[in-house]
């Protein structure tokens, strides 16, 4: 039936979602959706589960911040801010939740958890909860409720509040408060709860931005950003504060205090028009650069696709373990965080970073949780619920389907057969490649020249089980199969394909699409 017919192959993974409107300019084999998917070598699979860790924290609340922190070493906590005014922690398991605080205010507060404390000997880890609004919180060890901070600025007062914390070469330092946005203030090194006994605080560049924002301690430098411009750099290496530096360096600021992390040797921030940066340290020269990142694969696309107002809100993780930064971030005339771009730096091309983007969680808070020596991502939901994510089964946190999805790029195989490029092609047959962990059903379309031409159900088998996890064993035959050819039916010029699973424990990869074609005149 199909003698004179050419197989195409086109291979799936090398490059991930692409933004850019031109598509012309993409190579063949990419995507212009790639939705609820990871990442592996020369494939796509179904996103992993979401497992729940324990009860709810407030039925009908929703989380604004989480942090896993340990009260000592062994102590593990998950500490969560929700939007009833509370501040809870758990019993290390999920369970057992505690109130902490009570009765804050909650309308326009950003929320922001960090570790300090522990920097001097004798002294137990203290947790700082700040939002700008209501009064730094202070929660020593594994205390049975948080604190105001015992000794702040005077000019924390009120609704006067500090936004953001980072400790740096021992010291707390906190600022971006509202009646002085442009300045923040340091601790005293024995006490970071103490900033009164030693008064010492920056003004940074007040002509410049709105209001500091977030920081980090980097190489030995203090980094500052503000909102919505603004990137600084306090030199704190001289042995006298008279002597600190202050040093613009001019690269777009960030949209909140949870937009900015490290990794491993670098930083990365969002800024508040949407832009991704990486920051690079050069110490030969002493030098810093900034690089907008999103532009090279998704140009407009995540910007078209987010709501910028809320940005201030959005949350990034860096998880190590796959070498992925995650922004959990509110959709586009949304004010939940109800989408997650994230971009696998571990799988770079020499076109660049690869990104994916989410749609299936509603994770209010975001952030890393300790499992099993490994930080794996974790979230707060809009019921109190906290899930650990990226799980073996391959189920919505709560227990459902959700649809994961790529889109092929149209393309006309010129890259292929240089000759085919403008001529019209006969469409024969469809395979795809795959590896299954579990049985499932997916849905392909075809499109020709844009056109919806046919609708497809194939039903994908389950491959071989997985390899043990003891040795010794025997290796098996690979667990790649080929689903039947399936008949198309009419003519283009450009050909593209959607594929679809919509239904729960779906666990599958794709690596390739074959199709079958007959060029024409």
């Not at 990442?39 to 989480?66: I, P």
């Not at 009646?179 to 203030?185: A, L």
């Not at 808070?365 to 991502?377: A, G, N, V």
Request: net charge neutral.
């Amino acid at each position: 039936m199909y003698d004179g017919v050419q197989v195409v192959e086109i291979v799936l993974g090398r490059e991930a979602l692409w933004g850019l409107r031109n598509r012309n300019l993409l190579p063949m084999g990419s995507v212009i959706q790639l939705r609820n998917a990871t990442l592996e070598d020369h494939s796509f699979r179904v996103g992993g589960g979401g497992t729940r860790l324990g009860d709810s924290f407030g039925a009908t609340v929703t989380g604004l911040a989480a942090i896993d922190f340990f009260a000592d070493v062994n102590t593990q906590r998950t500490v969560a801010s929700g939007d009833d005014g509370t501040i809870r922690k758990d019993n290390g398991s999920g369970a057992a939740w505690v109130n902490l605080v009570t009765g804050l205010t909650t309308s326009g507060q950003v929320p922001f958890f960090h570790v300090g404390g522990a920097e001097t000997s004798g002294n137990s880890r203290k947790l700082f909860h700040l939002d700008r609004i209501n009064a730094v919180r202070v929660l020593a060890a594994d205390g049975g409720s948080m604190t105001v901070i015992t000794a702040p600025p005077a000019a924390w007062s009120g609704a006067n509040q500090p936004g953001f914390g980072v400790i740096h070469q021992g010291f707390h330092w906190a600022g971006g408060a509202a009646n002085d946005g442009h300045r923040i203030h340091r601790s005293i090194l024995a006490d970071h709860e103490d900033f009164t006994s030693t008064v010492y605080s920056l003004r940074v560049f007040p002509g410049d931005g709105e209001r500091l924002v977030a920081g980090l301690s980097y190489k030995g430098v203090l980094i500052l950003w503000k909102y919505p411009v603004g990137l600084f750099a306090v030199d704190t290496s001289e042995n006298s504060d008279a002597n600190w530096r202050v040093i613009k360096v001019g690269a777009p600021g960030a949209a909140g205090p949870s937009n900015v992390i490290a990794i491993e040797d670098d930083l990365m921030w969002v800024a508040a028009d949407g832009t991704w940066h990486l920051l690079s340290a050069t110490t030969a020269t002493g030098s810093v650069r900034a690089e907008d990142l999103a532009a090279r694969k998704l140009g407009s696309w995540h910007r078209d696709n987010i709501n910028l107002a809320r940005l201030a809100w959005a949350q990034m993780i860096f998880y190590s373990h796959k070498q992925e930064v995650l922004l959990a971030c509110a959709g586009t005339g949304q004010t939940a965080k109800n989408r997650r771009l994230h971009m696998d730096l571990n799988r770079r091309t020499e076109l660049g970073e690869r990104w994916i983007w989410w749609d299936r969680d509603r994770n209010e808070s975001l952030f890393l949780r300790k499992k099993d020596e490994i930080h794996i991502p974790a979230m707060v939901d809009n019921v109190g619920q906290v899930w650990e994510l990226d799980r073996s089964d391959r189920s919505a946190p709560a227990g459902t389907g959700f649809t994961f999805e790529f889109f092929l790029k149209d393309t006309d195989f010129s890259e292929i057969v240089p000759g085919w490029q403008g001529r019209w092609k006969n469409l024969r047959f469809i395979q795809l490649e795959y590896d299954a962990r579990s049985a499932g059903t997916v849905t392909l379309e075809i499109y020709g020249d844009g056109s919806l031409l046919q609708t497809i159900s194939q039903v994908l088998s389950a491959g071989p089980a997985a390899l043990p996890q003891v040795l010794p064993f025997t290796l098996g035959t690979a667990s790649l199969l080929v689903t039947p050819r399936r008949r198309l039916r009419g003519r283009a010029r450009r050909f593209a394909a959607r594929v679809t699973s919509s239904a729960a424990n779906v666990d599958v990869s794709f690596t390739k699409l074959l199709v079958g074609l007959e060029p024409g005149e």
